[in-house]
């Protein structure tokens, strides 16, 4: 079993940074997708950013609103993957869930959310 525990999120004004980092614990492969979504009250949970490895690269992914904002990374030896939000927006606003997941093994893992606020 798979635990995903979130953290680094708060109150931020308009045009300020975060960083949220996700440790897993339990087995996580390289193989395995990280990512992370977001979703705002009255919206769908929706991806912001994944990032693939094959154990020698990564391969990221960005929802087109926060291309050149934001930053997605992953340490597979502490099995965390973090974001890197810059230049944040009161529509960046939302709940943030880790998200973990391997099509090949047909597993599909959630973190508890960590809330960010954009407010000034």
């Known amino acids: 079993q798979v635990q995903l525990v979130e953290s680094g999120g708060g109150l931020v004004q308009p045009g300020g940074s975060l960083r949220l980092s996700c440790a897993a614990s339990?087995?996580?492969?390289?193989?395995?997708?990280m990512g992370w979504y977001r979703q705002a009250p009255g919206n769908e949970r929706e991806l912001v950013a994944s990032?693939?490895?094959?154990?020698?690269?990564?391969?990221?992914n960005y929802a087109d609103s926060v291309k050149g904002r934001f930053t997605i990374a992953r340490d597979n030896a502490k099995n965390t993957v973090y974001l890197q939000m810059n230049s944040l927006k009161p529509e960046d606003a939302a709940v943030y869930y880790c998200?973990?997941?391997?099509?090949?093994?047909?597993?599909?893992?959630w973190g508890q959310g960590t809330q960010v606020t954009v407010s000034s």
């Open positions: 998200n973990v997941r391997s099509t090949l093994l047909g597993t599909n893992y």
């Open positions: 990032i693939a490895s094959n154990g020698n690269s990564n391969y990221a």
């Open positions: 339990g087995t996580i492969f390289n193989f395995y997708t």
